[in-house]
């Protein structure tokens, strides 16, 4: 990207910092940091991380914006913010961008003092982020620091340093504006990560080609000698493991102790133990060595697509146990892949490779057809118009990380604004988000507390067993009560940052909504036998005066109950992600009378309404899978062929492809089932056809 482009990319960014500060209630820094956070925590540089702005300025100070702790793998992630909240793009200098490390390493030196942690107000930011260090020092071996800035290095560095604080290791990295749209463009494929193996080794690593001349695939066999697998992975993290895995590890933090044992007791036989890493990697750099072998050099785009687990746990027995990982080697399967193929084949390979263990087929939800469902219908479905305007707009579900900026950036100034108006900018909606508000509904605030990635993989698990069971009942109907919880939730939000009681005493907002509306949910279905009426939201696209003066009062309340931690969870941010915190949410007397009377429903009509929509549903999939049958028809013989060769088709399957080359349709039930069968296992094989 030239420098014009990026000063662009800058005025767009600005815009919709602004916009979400108007929109939300929130200080203009806050949304910075949750924007740069998600997309921190999303490429793999942090955990999810709380928002926790501490600053003192002068002799003495330090400074950190938000934190995370893994206890389990013994990590502590800290984020500093640079902030510019001038109109243009600005340089962050060497010496700053070092000032606010110092300010990092600070703050830790603060954190496990004893004095310091006493003398703080136990409600203030720096309580809420000293407590848990001081809690948790003797745990924490490792401290990953984060600089979040909206400026631009002024000079080369490399991406991630390391360095020692507090008598640990520590990571530097920095998230500046250029590698921040970077990021966002590469619309959630991998961040080029680029590994100098001699420099970090020693030498390169000997390897064995596994693969035929001429092909435009490549394959090595490596040993990687275990001192060099900790130092790239406690440089870079979870940056080196493909989407999937690091989500399954994020959300399952237990680290493998039969790894840990063999590390510490048998590192001889690590070798003859353990499985080994499935690995890809856009580009290698070889060269022969001095015996002759052929070595690698240079490492571009390594995702680690099975063995994370390996991975992560030999770190751990480096940090934690001490162990000695001199003795210690893990084989390595490295497939070279064509950049412009990564998307496609590296989320196979983590496909297949993880067949036999306990990642199950949840943790491929970034390309579930789920997602191309809900995408689907966004581009189609048209909203009611607000109270107020004659124009319809649209829900835009993105799917993909970047989509909805690159479908606003594109075209004449005209077209862009009908994009913007078709589908206003608060109306996207993500994964994520999408996640949140199901999760909240269900009643599960303190899951939606614990962060992005974890409340994901929940949400992934549940829809993935229902879309094998019972597919359609992800329909439209399912997705304008979806934007309906969007709206309740953006809604509530909206409310809770402009009242007078949220602003005298700031702090935790996301847990007092996300409470807040699962209490009153969890209220009307237990007390009540009622449910509120999505439905009629959606038509009215906006939540009436009486939903929203007794949301305002529910928030109140929960909010000082969550802020009321028991003396065993002094921490209010810790607290709201227990069971315990939502048994005690749930018990509050909140009166309210009949005031949401005309905007409830009996919960046997919210029933009803389902059922209806999977009956409607049912007929649209049919008619959209023939469509796509009509597009494959030039494809039959080809399929037909894959499909013998691997004694996959049935005789109704082939008689179905004969229906569908000759253009006789409509299928029968049994005809498209087998079809769709026929279609999964072909997937399976690697014949995408793209057909849902």
Known sequence: MNEGELHE???????ELLFDAEYTGDPQHMCFFKLFSEVAADNGDTADLEYTPVLRQGRGGYQIDGYAIDQDRGELFLAVCGFNSGPTLQTLNAGAMESLFRRVDSFCEKAIDPGFVRELEETSPAFEAAFPIFQNRGKIKRIRAVLLTNTVLAVRRKVVEAGETIGLPISYNVLDFARYNDILKSRGSVEPIEIDVSSINGSPLPCLQAHVHGTSYKSYLVVLPG????????????RLLEQNVRVFLQARTKVNRGIIDTVRESPDMFFAFNNGLTATASSVGMERMSDGT???RTLKNLQIVNGGQTTASVLYAKDQARADLSDVFVQMKLSVIEPRKL????????????TQNRISEADFFSSHPFHVEMEKISRRLSAPPRPGSLAPTKWFYERARGQYKDASAYGTPGERRKFGAEFPRNQVVNKTDLAKYAMTFECMPHLVSRGAQKCFLEFAEDVSKTWERSRGQYNEGYFRIAMAKAIVFRETDFLVGRSEW????????????????????????VKRGRAIDLQA????????????????????????AIKNTPDTARNVSEYAKQEQCWAEVAKLRIEFGTALDSITIDLEEVKQQKREDVATGRIDRQIDFETDLVALQLRIGEIREFAKARRILSPRANSALDKVERLRLPLTRAETNSLRHLFKVLSEKGMDLGVQ
């Open 9 to 15: 990319a800058y005025r767009q960014f600005t815009n």
């Open 227 to 238: 001192t060099f697998l900790a130092e790239i992975y406690g440089l870079y993290g979870a």
């Open 343 to 354: 998307n496609e084949i590296v989320p196979r390979i983590s496909r297949f490779a993880n």
């Open 537 to 560: 939201i959606w038509s009215r696209q906006e939540l009436p005066e009486e939903l929203r003066e007794v949301l305002l009062k529910i928030a109140q309340e929960v909010a000082d």
């Open 502 to 525: 949220y602003r005298a005493d700031r702090g935790y907002k996301a847990n007092i909504i996300t409470y807040a509306i699962g209490w009153l949910v969890n209220h009307l279905k």
């Open 294 to 296: 052929l070595g690698i």
